[in-house]
């Protein structure tokens, strides 16, 4: 039987800030093209057949996938060069489809971003960089991947550096914060660093560990000294 006097408990929506993101220089995309001529197909599938996204090692995939240039462009075989710098991965597919067309019938084209990589410090349980699979991936998503917060985390503070053409953009975010997720911050972009801060009381903590250490290793070195001359 249910308790009549337990509220039922209404959902809160948020509309997310989410834009598209749009292809840069030095991006990597890897382009994957199936037809019924194999042949024709692994003239341009440099990455192998047999992985699928995801599965391979990022680090081949990174290697083998087609590097955008300073000017916007990635060259592909008998297709040649293909500005897709500005486009978003639907639109890059699109025009490498059309490409493809005037060589292969019937091809079908799939591109993905493979060089989409977040960087995460500080106070999270397993710090380094991660390849993300999702082009919206967001700010929770990511820290997960981190293994989420120590507990001498700053959850009010968190920095987000992310490198625009104008220079380095640094913000602060609040993790405590429900209106997070209509920020336009909530979803990350490649090449993102995210830092996060301990608290004022662990590092005073941390702080207070060092000095008692600092004032044990004199203390024993004044015994030493004083042992010795006596």
Known sequence: MQNSNLKEQVPTSFNTNYSTYKLQNNDVL?????????????????????????????GSMYLSGYSIDAEGFINLP?????????????????????????????????????????SVLGNVTRPGYFYVFNERANLLEVLGMAGDLT??????????????????????LDLTDANLVQSQYYYLKPNDVLYVEPRKAQLKRENLIVVSAVLGVISTAALLVNFFVK
């Open 30 to 58: 890897s382009v994957k093209v199936l037809s019924v001529d194999p042949d024709m197909s692994e003239l341009f599938n440099i990455t192998n057949p047999n992985n699928s996204y995801g599965v391979a090692d990022p």
């Open 78 to 118: 008998t297709v040649g060069k293909l500005q897709v710098a500005g486009l978003t991965t639907t639109q890059a597919q699109d025009l490498i489809q059309r490409g493809l067309s005037r060589y292969i019938n019937d091809a079908t084209v799939v591109v993905k971003l493979i060089s989409f990589k977040i």
């Open 151 to 172: 507990q001498g985390a700053n959850r009010e503070n968190i920095k987000l550096i992310r490198q625009t053409p104008e220079g380095a953009e640094v913000v602060l």
